[in-house]
């Protein structure tokens, strides 16, 4: 298991909010790849069931940067109750983790 790198997911409303999230993650050196796609959402929300489009984000970090970066996410996200789910990373190819190494801050904040 490559227990260095998480990838995070979230969702958003709209591209653009996905798009300044990602953006704000890449340029602060919190995440070293930010993949972005729009999904159909069904989920129950203060008593009704709700069915939407958002779009989904899928964030590239180190392990150590995770509570920095779900901070951040966090602070940014406009929703109310955001979906923030954390997978750990069982492969990756070493050229890959290397890359998301030096694409990313030295260390937490």
């Not at 779009?55 to 920095?68: E, F, G, H, S």
């Not at 929703?79 to 290397?98: H, K, M, N, R, T």
């Amino acid at each position: 298991m490559d227990t260095e790198l998480v990838s995070i997911y979230t969702t958003l409303p709209d591209r653009d909010s996905a798009n300044r999230l990602g953006r704000t993650l890449v340029e602060e050196r919190l995440a070293a790849c930010i993949n972005t796609f729009p999904i159909g959402s069904i989920y129950q929300w203060q008593g009704k069931i709700e069915e939407t489009e958002e779009w989904a984000v899928l964030v590239k970090t180190r392990a150590d940067l995770q509570p920095d970066t779900v901070n951040r996410i966090r602070e940014l996200h406009p929703y109310e109750v955001p979906a923030v789910i954390v997978y750990g990373i069982e492969f990756s190819l070493p050229a890959y983790a290397e890359w998301v190494r030096a694409s990313t801050r030295e260390g937490p904040r």
